[in-house]
């Protein structure tokens, strides 16, 4: 079970829920220590008084910034005492269509549970009718040290907390463009083509059919390296398309949309997939006999039954134009 990280209590209207706040994700990338070069030697950090040189224990560290021409230091407690309710509360102060919110606002999400089953009865009413209303509540809270903005919704048997970014935290992206993107409009044939390319693109949202095939590489490569074997580089990344380019570009695109196929780029990195991964799209494409596939074989199955058009059995079909 997922280690509790904070408890508190949601507060909307006079209602208050206790309730254990969890991480709702978790990071599967592979983590490395240092050694210094040649050698199986660990680097390790200490904490050092830069005046002095001495390594400093951590309980003997306070938290202190430069102020009016000096150095003011506070204790931890000190900061839990200034916090709103003390740290231990989740005020909504509004509901909002969760809509609303651009997702450039979104941080991190956590899950929110009642601590204890007396706790479920109003847990459950807040959680069905922010449901029934499709509401998100907004709500401030401080974690770590830091006040956050959130957004409460209803998710599936659960609450889950967004935090968000406060409005000045997000950056003007008219300062990137400026008026060059407003100059640099599209033709409207240019237009009409990638509309379809998106089209005959489009699907249903499936997390699932998506995976870190990164890190799958970085641990290929590690075991390749114990071996003794040389590592194989991939495939350089696309060149950017040249706007005299850009027409031509689409025109294939299109062409290969309306034959119920992916652009060919997606298909020539069947060659940077590993076997496992393969065998686990070939099973999702129905593909029979895979198990005895070679690695050759498996990769030419998978961009033959990709390249098929859009069938009836659902399992491979795509929206056409």
């Not at 489009?202 to 490569?221: A, F, M, N, R």
């Amino acid at each position: 079970m997922p280690r509790k990280i904070w408890t508190g209590s949601i507060n909307f209207g006079l209602v208050t829920i206790p309730v254990g706040l969890y991480a709702a994700t978790e990071d599967h990338t592979i983590q490395f220590h240092q050694y210094e070069r040649g050698t199986t030697d660990r680097i390790r950090y200490k904490r050092v008084n830069e005046r002095t040189g001495k390594e400093v224990g951590y309980n003997d560290i306070v938290k202190g910034r430069e102020f009016d021409g000096g150095v003011i230091t506070v204790e931890q407690s000190e900061l839990d005492e200034i916090a709103p309710g003390r740290s231990r509360t989740i005020d909504i102060t509004t509901f909002v269509d969760i809509t609303e919110i651009d997702p450039v606002h979104f941080q991190k999400t956590y899950w929110l549970a009642p601590n204890s089953k007396e706790h479920f009865r109003p847990y459950n009413l807040l959680r069905r009718a922010m449901h029934e209303t499709s509401q998100a509540g907004i709500a401030t809270f401080v974690l770590r040290g830091k006040q956050y903005l959130t957004a409460v919704r209803a998710d599936d048997n659960v609450l889950a907390l967004n935090t968000l970014f406060f409005a000045d935290e997000v950056r003007d992206p008219g300062e990137l463009v400026g008026e060059d993107g407003e100059q640099a409009k599209p033709s409207e044939k240019e237009l009409q083509m990638a509309t379809t390319i998106i089209e005959s693109m489009s699907g249903p949202w499936e997390p699932e059919q998506y995976e870190d095939t990164y890190t799958v590489k970085v641990e290929d490569l590690l075991a390749e390296k114990a071996r003794g074997g040389e590592v194989e580089a991939a495939e350089a990344p696309p060149k950017p398309t040249d706007v005299i380019d850009l027409t031509e570009a689409l025109r294939r695109s299109v062409d290969e949309a309306r034959k119920g196929r992916k652009p060919a780029r997606a298909e020539e990195n069947l060659s940077e997939l590993s076997k496992a991964e393969l065998d686990d799209r070939a099973k999702r494409l129905g593909i029979k006999g895979r198990s005895k596939m070679k690695r050759a074989e498996l990769e030419k199955a998978v961009a033959e039954a990709t390249e098929k058009p859009t069938g009836t059995d659902g399992r491979r079909s795509r929206k056409a134009s």
